[in-house]
């Protein structure tokens, strides 16, 4: 560490949240080194961050189980704390194949904790989700809230990696170890070069509206209005992942402070319901949005929202943009990129 510039490792850096953050290290002047498998991303988004940043991006082409490979990794480089992105995402697919995401998810941190511990690097800040709440019993979510019971294996890959950092930090205050609970990351950088790429169909809502919008999809299916909201649409707290990425600058700062434990939600602290963003998007872009209401999708609650003063007040940090720029900035990107980076 030089001067309060950091040399970062950020594992999953080429995917969706990874890549935005990547943009914002650069951009605060940290020194990053991404680490990727590309099992969900494509090695272009690199070249786009170099358009964006004018820096060039150091990567890694390597899997976060690789043991051999992270070791070489930090004999090589000198790490000073590592944001870990990588791991599956995708719930409906993490309860067809829950041996999958156990290993890339807890066994892939596993390896990427023995690895730091080898070289002494005692610095991580973690994606966390507010899926560890479960179904809360009260709004808005604050992170003293007990955790419940996530829904499906992908949530609890979540709430078992916070079990295991919190352990490791309470062993050995030389750890600074942030968990950050992410709520809804939606949108794109405002240049439209990088964005959400999903492969296959969209599993989440934002996505699958661009979709839609671009005539990729025929139409929305909005999964249930007869939840307890004010719509009956299920009610989410949609962050730009912008202002999530600089949440992680944040965080950062944090961890070089020596803020041993910190947990944040991160999110605006708003609710807005799927007919609601359905609304701010049609507003924002001109674009109609043809939908139908379907049933329910299994394991959804009604409401999820974010208690976010806590990260205002320990990191600073409050998320500014709103659901318009969301939406615009989302269509931006799904517009001069219809078919993802791979086109
Ligand atoms: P993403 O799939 O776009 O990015 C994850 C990246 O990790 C991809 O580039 C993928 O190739 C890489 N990766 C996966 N397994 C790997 C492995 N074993 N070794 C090396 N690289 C590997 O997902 P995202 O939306 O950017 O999410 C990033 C993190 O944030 C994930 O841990 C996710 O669970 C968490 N999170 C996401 C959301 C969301 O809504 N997007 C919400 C809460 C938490
Ligand atoms: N929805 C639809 N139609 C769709 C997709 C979603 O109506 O095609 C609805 C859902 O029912 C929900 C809302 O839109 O009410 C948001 O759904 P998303 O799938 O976009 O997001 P979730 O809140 O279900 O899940 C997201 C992440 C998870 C994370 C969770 C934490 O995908 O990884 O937030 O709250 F765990």
Redesign the pocket.
């Known amino acids: 560490m030089r001067g309060g510039i950091m040399h970062v490792l950020v594992t999953g850096g080429a995917g969706y949240i990874g890549s935005h953050t990547v943009v914002a290290l650069q951009e605060a002047g940290h020194d990053v080194l991404v680490y990727d498998n590309f099992c969900n991303s494509s090695r272009i988004v690199l070249d786009r961050i170099e358009q964006i940043t004018g820096r060039i991006v150091d990567f890694i082409e390597g899997d976060i189980r690789d043991r051999q490979k992270m070791d070489a990794l930090f004999a090589e480089h000198d790490i000073d704390a590592v944001i870990h992105f990588a791991g599956l995402?995708a719930?409906a697919e993490s309860v067809e194949k829950p041996y999958e995401y156990y290993d890339n998810n807890v066994g892939g941190t596993l390896s990427l904790l023995d690895a730091m511990r080898t070289a002494g690097c005692t610095n991580i800040i973690f994606s966390s989700?507010?899926?560890v709440y479960g179904n809360p019993a009260k709004l808005p979510i604050t992170e003293d809230f007990p955790k419940g019971a996530p829904a499906n294996p992908?949530?609890r890959t979540k709430s078992m990696i916070e079990d295991i950092l919190i352990d490791i930090q309470a062993a050995d205050p030389a750890y600074n170890v942030v968990l950050l609970r992410y709520?809804?990351p939606i949108g794109a950088h405002e240049s439209g070069l990088i964005g959400e790429a999903p492969q296959g169909r969209p599993?989440?809502?934002?996505p699958?509206i661009t979709q839609v919008a671009v005539g990729a999809l025929p139409e929305?299916?909005?999964?249930?209005d007869d939840y307890d909201t004010p719509d009956g649409?299920?009610v989410?707290d949609y962050i730009h992942v912008v202002d999530l990425a600089r949440g992680h600058v944040a965080a950062l700062q944090a961890v070089e402070d020596g803020c041993g434990l910190g947990i944040y939600n991160l999110g605006t602290g708003n609710g807005t319901s799927?007919l609601e963003l359905i609304d701010a998007f049609e507003a924002a872009t001109g674009q109609k949005v043809p939908y139908t209401i379907q049933p329910r999708?299994p394991g959804?609650v009604d409401a999820?929202y974010a208690d976010c003063s806590k990260a205002q007040a320990e990191l600073g940090w409050t998320a500014v943009c709103d659901i318009e720029r969301m939406c615009a900035d989302a269509w931006r990107w799904q517009q001069a990129n219809p078919h993802g980076y791979e086109a």
């Open positions: 995402k719930v989700s507010a899926t992908y949530g709520f809804n599993n989440n809502l934002m699958y929305l299916g909005v999964f249930g649409t299920g989410r799927v999708r959804d999820l």
